[in-house]
């Protein structure tokens, strides 16, 4: 037996939360469901109550949920823990994103919030442009991405976007901070995402898990990330490449990013992330649950509903036939874009 | 004055200060007024106009902006307590 994803579970998002929802409450209801999930026992996980076995905490935002998958394989390759739970929750409403966004971080207190530039949409409003203008992109390419997300969360219900959005409405959508209007930014949502790794015959296999954080400390275009760098031997180490797999899952922010990280991790051939957009988007079931920008961004959870859900189809959903996935993530706007990057290839084995 | 660190031994320009320098691990900081820059691209949020600014020392930083730029405009960069603002 080795290390294997048994399971994966979400507690329902939802935009409003009633004022007795704390987030302990959305990771017990989490962590009850994907253990029901994984028809796994209570008295089974490593580190349930106040005698872990095992124990780790990681806040590093939308790359946290694959910075634990990696430590959690390796525990139980190791022998360290036979089965763990991780578990992502946050009680996050409209008030709780804007005290966030102004003490995010010291450079956030000191450099940003004074201007004020009121959280991370007019960063990667200024992001955005710089990606427009280097491979020659309009809103409407932006718009393939919203509306390519958005037709899958039709299946999630779930998804605090469901209905159909035509171009015509994401073009019309009211503006947030140019170029990114409503339908470019992740609906704030509370809820909680969990995945169970645990020493198994069957499941879901992590063919490989590699990050590369803080790779260019912020003095970059903020147009290429780490997974760049450890595409090549992400994929040597799965045995297999991005056209191989039958679904992404890539951390949804913002469309911008979409598009970043599908190009670093390979996906874009020839570099031409225009005719991409155009020609092959449609192609690639990308963020079969709608992702964040249609099912809502779950404040710390967000790094994990990707791979909830690559898990989720893998495991037998009905939402895509996939026997391959890749998931990506990216997280801690450090100044003008995210430090952080990790990635994951998974195989349902 | 709008300033930036730059390392004492090797010359690299960060923005915001670091405790290390991420070329060369150096520790000792000087600063450098960073007066001016150029425009690389613009948004506006709630109201607030903001670029960002490649400074003639080499960071790119976020300020707020005066007026409706454009990206390639040259402006002079002031500091209002520690954040860039970008005007003529």
Redesign the interface.
């Known amino acids: 037996m080795s290390a294997r994803i048994v399971a994966a579970a979400e507690s329902p998002y939802t935009r409003h939360p009633s004022d007795e929802t704390t987030t302990e409450q959305l990771l017990a209801d989490v962590f009850l469901r994907v253990l029901a999930a994984g028809n796994v026992d209570r008295g089974a996980v490593d580190g349930l109550g106040v005698r872990p076995r095992w124990l780790m905490e990681d806040t590093n935002g939308g790359a946290a949920a694959l910075n634990m998958l990696q430590h959690a394989i390796r525990a139980v390759d190791a022998g360290d823990a036979r089965t763990i739970v991780l578990l992502a929750g946050d009680r996050f409403d409209r008030e709780s994103f804007r005290r966030l966004v102004d003490t995010y971080n010291r450079a956030t207190v000191d450099h940003l919030a004074p201007i004020p530039t009121g959280g991370p949409n007019a960063l990667f409003a200024l992001l955005t442009r710089r990606h427009m203008a280097a491979h020659g992109l309009t809103r409407e390419d932006y718009g393939r991405v919203v509306l390519a997300q958005r037709r899958w969360a039709a299946q999630n219900p779930g998804a605090v976007y469901r209905e159909p959005l035509t171009m015509e409405e994401y073009l019309a959508g009211p503006v947030v901070a140019e170029p990114l209007h409503r339908y470019d930014c992740v609906p704030v949502v509370s809820g909680a995402d969990a995945v169970i790794v645990a020493a198994a015959d069957r499941g879901v296999a992590v063919r490989s898990v590699r990050g590369l954080h803080n790779v260019d400390g912020q003095n970059g275009d903020g147009l290429r990330t780490g997974l760049a760098e450890i595409a090549g031997e992400l994929w040597d180490e799965a045995g297999f490449g991005p056209a191989e797999v039958d679904a992404a899952y890539v951390y949804d922010d913002y469309p911008a990013m979409v598009l970043v990280q599908l190009a670093d991790l390979g996906f874009v051939r020839d570099g031409d992330v225009g005719r991409f957009v155009r020609a092959e988007l449609e192609r690639l079931p990308l963020n079969t649950s709608g992702g964040q920008l249609s099912a809502g961004q779950a404040g710390a959870a967000g790094g994990m509903h990707g791979l909830v859900e690559a898990v989720t189809q893998l495991l037998g959903g009905d939402r895509v036939d996939a026997r391959r996935a890749v998931v990506s993530g990216y997280g801690m706007v450090l100044y003008r874009y995210c430090a952080c990057t990790n990635a994951a290839v998974l195989e349902a084995a | 004055m709008f300033t930036v660190t730059v390392c004492a031994a090797c010359g690299e320009a960060?923005?915001?200060p670091?405790a290390l320098c991420?070329s060369c691990g150096g520790r000792e900081w000087r600063t450098v007024e960073a007066g001016a820059g150029t425009v690389?691209?613009?948004?506006?949020?709630?109201g607030?106009r903001?670029?960002?600014v490649r400074t003639d020392v080499?960071?790119?930083?976020?300020?707020?902006a005066t007026a409706g730029y454009a990206?390639g405009d040259v402006v002079r960069l002031e500091s209002?307590?520690?954040?860039p603002v970008a005007g003529r």
């Open positions: 960060v923005f915001p670091r991420p690389e691209e613009t948004t506006e949020r709630d607030v903001i670029a960002s080499g960071p790119i930083v976020v300020a707020r990206a209002e307590g520690g954040v």
